[in-house]
């Protein structure tokens, strides 16, 4: 049986009233796992004793494994304990998830699958954006990319509508399965851009970009809303690269639009 690792996140404690409890505990284990302090096989203490610990009862810790379980973090089986997932088995595709790698330093690999499948969706969302947007899906994005105009990307509400812009767009493909992706893609967008500005300056005007896709879109113009989108989204993977100091794999625009 692999050892034992440490028995508590280096989060430390939880707070009360800051969020709810076992979500906390759930967030400090979690960023714990991707971070690399808890590994793959490991096996997490004993329920009792880190309940003691984190100074929880030991039903806020047990929903707190239901969450990472659900998440395909951990898995826990009786008489072995809970123990830690391979990646391969993680829901890297949850929100939650996304912003636990971005808690600390993320992997390159991580950075760049993220890209990639951004990559694949987002210019042939726009495509298809430009195909079947409605007059209230042009709204939407409009009020997004004003918001975050006005706002700029150095505060949270400029964050916000910059998410907004790219779900709108999802929105607009009318496509269920691709709308489902929204919360994976917003939270690409929104933790790229944080850890970006965490690292340096960002880049003086972002807008250019962003008006491109909303014109080619409000144009009905697929090739364009593609192209236009595909530039954006390797334009934001060389600024988290500089930002980052790390190299990744170029991610390539794939596919023709969908009929």
């Given at each position: 049986m692999p050892a034992a690792t440490p028995s508590a996140p280096t989060a430390g404690r939880p707070k009360p009233g800051s969020e709810r409890l076992h979500g906390a505990i759930a967030r400090n284990l979690g960023v714990a796992i991707v971070s690399g302090v808890h590994k793959p096989g490991d096996i997490l203490g004993n329920e009792i004793e880190l309940s003691e610990q984190l100074a929880v009862s030991r039903s806020a810790y047990r929903e707190a494994i239901r969450i990472l379980a659900a998440k395909g973090l951990v898995e826990s089986r009786p008489r072995t304990g809970t123990r830690v997932l391979t990646m391969d088995?993680?829901?890297?595709?949850?929100?939650?998830?996304?912003?636990?790698?971005?808690a600390s330093e993320p992997s390159p690999v991580i950075v760049n699958g993220l890209f990639e499948l951004r990559m694949i969706v987002e210019p042939a969302a726009a495509a298809l954006a430009a195909a079947r947007r409605s007059d209230g899906d042009l709204a939407e994005m409009r009020t997004a990319l004003e918001s975050m105009e006005r706002m700029t990307l150095k505060t949270e509400a400029g964050q916000s509508a910059d998410r907004d812009f790219h779900q709108a767009i999802l929105t607009a493909t009318g496509?269920?399965?691709?709308?489902?992706?929204?919360?994976?893609?917003?939270?690409g967008v929104r933790w790229t851009t944080l850890y970006k500005q965490r690292?340096?300056?960002?880049?003086?005007?972002?807008?250019?970009e962003h008006w491109a896709v909303y014109e080619a879109i409000a144009a009905s113009d697929?090739?364009?809303?593609?192209?236009?989108m595909a530039a954006l989204v390797a334009h934001a993977l060389e600024q988290t690269e500089s930002a980052a100091s790390i190299k990744t794999a170029k991610p390539v625009a794939v596919g023709r639009p969908l009929r």
């Open positions: 088995r993680w829901n890297l595709l949850d929100s939650d998830v996304l912003s636990w790698f971005f496509n269920p399965p691709l709308i489902s992706l929204a919360s994976t893609i917003g939270a690292k340096r300056r960002l880049p003086p005007d972002p807008m250019p697929t090739e364009a809303a593609r192209s236009t």
